[in-house]
């Protein structure tokens, strides 16, 4: 699911007596997630473009900035 589907299950699905805390939570999660699905299309971007090119560093680079890659 994307980060839009689990936001709206979360609001359609929210019990009354849910604490504000738990409503950041799943706000926070949802936001983090939907900054991984963003950066996960810059990063893959180049797989249609021909070549290297410079600008693709600079996508790289903003994806980074956006969701940092875990290195394992």
């Known amino acids: 699911m994307s980060a839009y589907q689990d936001l709206m299950t979360a609001l359609v699905t929210r019990r009354p007596d849910q604490s504000a805390a738990e409503d950041e939570r799943i706000v926070l ?3 983090a997630k939907h900054a991984h699905e963003l950066a996960a299309k810059q990063r893959n971007w180049d797989s249609e473009a021909e070549g290297f090119t410079d600008p693709q560093m600079a996508v ?5 900035f956006i969701d940092p ?3 394992e």
């Open 29 to 31: 999660a949802a936001l």
């Open 60 to 64: 790289y680079a903003v994806a980074d």
């Open 69 to 71: 890659e875990v290195q």
